[in-house]
């Protein structure tokens, strides 16, 4: 699989940093992990053609995870160069399926497409399985409904996600025999917030999942302005990678 980075900032304005959004490609499918605001046009500056985008996934429903949903809709409909009629499923938490109808209500027609369906599941901890990916999700203490993915290739590359998060024991329960932790890193140890986990949170999460790769993202202005890596190495010794919009990593 490989994975791209559309936004590893927040809803922040941050340069060269923009909100969550992650393309990720495997033998059979294209899938659009979140998507805030900026994501769509990502997909185009980073090469990626987002009318190949067959699955979105939604951690939860906060704007910087999922406000470009309705620029997707209306950018399918008006493009003429879709090939038609075109699917996409929709993985998503609880409530999505009323965000929808609601947004439908103000947008209708200027976005709906006869020949452009999308198809809702709403989950909560689910184990999906299409064609040689397995989608498994697990609920994260940030919201009553988010959810953290893992997306794991039979014979393949195995990604786990936390969309936002606070630590949790449980974690690790699904983040052991991943091959990377994508985990959001929010905010310097010194300045935790509830519902969001810190450098040194994340670090301990990488080492008792024994993974080789952490990779962090998320990042809010506070800590991109502290020394990310010494508190993650406060408890992991593997591979650190902070993001950028625009990383490409092989799973
Ligand atoms: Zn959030
Ligand atoms: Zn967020």
């Known amino acids: 699989m490989k994975l791209t980075v559309l936004g590893s900032g927040t809803v922040i304005p941050y340069p060269k ?16 992990i ?7 046009r990502k997909i185009a500056d980073f090469g990626l053609n987002y009318r190949d985008i067959d699955i979105i996934t939604y951690t939860h429903l906060h704007p910087d995870h999922c406000f470009d949903f309705i620029p997707l809709m209306f950018s399918l409909k008006h493009d ?17 399926q ?12 200027w976005v709906i497409d006869d020949d452009i369906q999308f198809q809702i599941r709403e989950i909560s901890e689910v184990h999906i399985k299409l064609n040689n990916l397995i989608i498994q999700s ?3 203490y940030h919201t009553d409904n988010s959810v953290g993915y893992l997306f794991v290739e039979v014979e393949g590359g195995k990604l786990l996600y936390s969309g936002d998060m606070d630590y949790f024991p449980e974690i690790i329960k699904y983040s052991k025999d991943m091959d990377i932790l994508l ?17 040194s949170e994340c670090g301990r999460i990488a080492s008792e999942s024994d993974v080789k790769t952490l990779i962090l993202t998320h990042l809010y ?6 020394e990310i890596i010494p508190q993650v190495k406060k408890y992991y ?11 490409e990593i092989e799973i």
């Open 17 to 32: 940093r923009g909100n969550s959004g992650y393309f990720l490609q495997s033998e059979n499918h294209s899938i659009l």
């Open 34 to 40: 979140d998507g805030g605001s900026g994501a769509l």
């Open 80 to 96: 003429s160069l879709l090939n038609r009629p075109k699917s996409v499923q929709i993985i998503a938490p609880k409530g999505f």
């Open 98 to 109: 009323t965000y929808f109808y609601q947004l439908m209500e103000i947008y209708g027609e």
């Open 138 to 140: 697990f609920h994260t």
């Open 183 to 199: 985990l959001e890193c929010s905010f310097p140890d010194d300045m935790k917030r509830k519902g969001h986990l810190t450098p």
């Open 221 to 226: 202005p506070e800590v991109l302005e502290s």
């Open 237 to 247: 010794s593997g591979e650190v990678i902070v993001a950028s919009d625009g990383l």
